[in-house]
Nanobody, 126 residues
Framework: QVQLVESGGGLVQAGGSLRLSCAAS????????MGWFRQAPGKEREFVAS????????YYADSVKCRFTISRDSFKNTVYLQMNSLKPEDTAVYYC???????????????????WGQGTQVTVSS
């Protein structure tokens, strides 16, 4: 069993920045990749960014490219999401997710992850 704990959400004005963190813990697990998703009220959960754990390859949704940066600290089993130039449409609950098994499923799909965090609220005011 793997536990994911997110932190760093909050209220920020448009144009501002926030940094989300997600720490993974548990017994005898291996991370293959981690990702961030978000869900706004009345909308489906959508992919934001992902990172492969061994090589560090990153992948972003078009809506956040050049504004958000995903990174990881392998020693701390922690993934980060640096969010700059925030817009009101970025308002959502942000979830981190971990892939702990080998899989051919795209990292942009929620089904490609085995564990999820509880979510952290990000609110961007205009």
């Amino acid at each position: 069993q793997v536990q994911l704990v997110e932190s760093g959400g909050g209220l920020v004005q448009a144009g501002g920045s926030l940094r989300l963190s997600c720490a993974a813990s548990g017994r005898a697990f291996r991370i293959y990749a981690m990702g961030w998703f978000r869900q706004a009220p009345g909308k489906e959960r959508e992919f934001v960014a992902s990172i492969s754990w061994s090589v560090g390859n990153t992948y972003y949704a078009d809506s956040v490219k050049c504004r958000f940066t995903i990174s990881r600290d392998s020693f701390k089993n922690t993934v980060y999401l640096q969010m700059n130039s925030l817009k009101p449409e970025d308002t959502a609950v942000y979830y981190c997710a971990a892939r702990t098994k080998t899989s051919a499923i795209s990292l942009a799909w929620a089904g490609g992850y085995d564990y999820w965090g509880q979510g952290t609220q990000v609110t961007v005011s205009s």
